[in-house]
T-cell receptor, first 112, second 118 residues
Framework: GQQLNQSPQSMFIQEGEDVSMNCTSS?????WLWYKQDPGEGPVLLIA?????ELTSNGRLTAQFGITRKDSFLNISASIPSDVGIYFCAGLNTGTASKLTFGTGTRLQVTL | GAVVSQHPSWVICKSGTSVKIECRSL??????MFWYRQFPKQSLMLMAT?????????EQGVEKDKFLINHASLTLSTLTVTSAHPEDSSFYICSAGRGAIFSNQPQHFGDGTRLSIL
């Protein structure tokens, strides 16, 4: 099935640094979601975006819904060790029975 | 707290065994639930959409006779991996959304079931 392209594939950063990752698609979505997955667990919803151009924050996390509706980015400010994990974007179109299309994932490692 | 519960979290069994995985929505009714499979270091791939009171909808390439889905109530969907073989070993995850099907309400995921077939 289709997957969304996420970049970078992996990141190694120091605690306190800011992080930026993005997600692109060849097709349009009318909802973008960002999830974080810890090892051996299911994804946890971080941010949901519903409108093109929308910028939404959740604590140290900020995400934007691209104006073309084909991309989204996620920023994490002042990273901490518990930010380690895999971040997935997901696109959703309400006309497709609420099925999510997931990105390829960005693996984040934070060093002290 | 968790809104979707999955059980068991880990299964190890012999080749040829059938394994049932349960997915429950804890504080809402879900007419639709979704089953995903995730191989190591890969993303989640949708296997099927589970519809309460009707047949599941399977994604292309997923064998419906191999992966039996039953959505008998508004809070429970089950996935049965029949006659499991080592290649079926994977991390299986379910999800459910609070909104009606075709809505844009985000899905919440269970904690997954790691299936290991010997």
């Amino acid at each position: 099935g289709q997957q969304l392209n996420q970049s970078p594939q992996s990141m190694f950063i120091q605690e306190g640094e800011d992080v930026s990752m993005n997600c692109t698609s060849s097709s349009i979505f009318n909802t973008w979601l960002w999830y974080k997955q810890d090892p051996g667990e299911g994804p946890v919803l971080l941010i949901a975006l519903y409108k093109a151009g929308e910028l939404t924050s959740n604590g140290r996390l900020t995400a934007q819904f691209g104006i073309t509706r084909k991309d989204s980015f996620l920023n994490i400010s002042a990273s901490i060790p518990s930010d380690v994990g895999i971040y997935f974007c997901a696109g959703l179109n309400t006309g497709t029975a609420s099925k999510l299309t997931f990105g390829t994932g960005t693996r984040l490692q934070v060093t002290l | 707290g968790a809104v979707v519960s999955q059980h068991p979290s880990w299964v190890i069994c012999k080749s040829g065994t059938s394994v049932k995985i349960e997915c429950r929505s804890l504080d809402f009714q879900a007419t639709t639930m979704f089953w995903y499979r995730q191989f190591p270091k890969q993303s989640l791939m949708l296997m099927a959409t589970s519809n309460e009171g009707s047949k599941a909808t399977y994604e292309q390439g997923v064998e419906k006779d191999k992966f039996l889905i039953n959505h008998a109530s508004l809070t429970l969907s089950t996935l049965t991996v029949t006659s499991a073989h080592p290649e079926d070993s994977s991390f299986y995850i379910c999800s459910a959304g609070r909104g009606a099907i075709f809505s844009n309400q985000p899905q919440h995921f269970g904690d997954g079931t790691r299936l290991s077939i010997l």
